[in-house]
Nanobody, 125 residues
Framework: QVQLVESGGGLVQAGGSLRLSCPVS????????MAWYREAHGQQRELVGI??????????EYGRSVKGRFTISRDTTKDAVYLQMNSLHAEDTGVYSCNAWTVATMDRPAGYSYWGQGTQVTVSS
């Protein structure tokens, strides 16, 4: 059974930093992208950052509100994704979840998408 378990969340003052981790456990076939999403209370889930790799090149994108402050990184040998969050704002408060998406296969053209349970990040102003 594939599991994603986020860690590293917590309470931090505005201007502080946190580092989130999310390793994939279990047998998973060729993860092509890993991403972080967040959901603030009463708001829709939004993309924080995504790291895609075809084995030769990497492609990284960030949500507009975190560009320049957050950095997503990935260990493709361990199927793990990390999120370094600096200069945190109160508006960054929310539940951060990681996602892993596998490559397409004959029996699953869309690939498989796996989600973690999420970790709470609270930034006090």
């Amino acid at each position: 059974q594939v599991q994603l378990v986020e860690s590293g969340g917590g309470l931090v003052q505005a201007g502080g930093s946190l580092r989130l981790s999310c390793p994939v456990s279990g047998s998973v076939f060729k993860v092509k992208s890993m991403a972080w999403y967040r959901e603030a209370h009463g708001q829709q889930r939004e993309l924080v950052g995504i790291h895609s790799s075809d084995g030769f090149t990497n492609h990284i994108e960030y949500g507009r509100s975190v560009k320049g402050r957050f950095t997503i990184s990935r260990d493709t040998t361990k199927d793990a994704v990390y999120l370094q969050m600096n200069s945190l704002h109160a508006e960054d408060t929310g539940v951060y979840s990681c996602n892993a998406w596998t490559v397409a296969t004959m029996d699953r053209p869309a690939g498989y998408s796996y989600w973690g349970q999420g970790t709470q990040v609270t930034v006090s102003s």
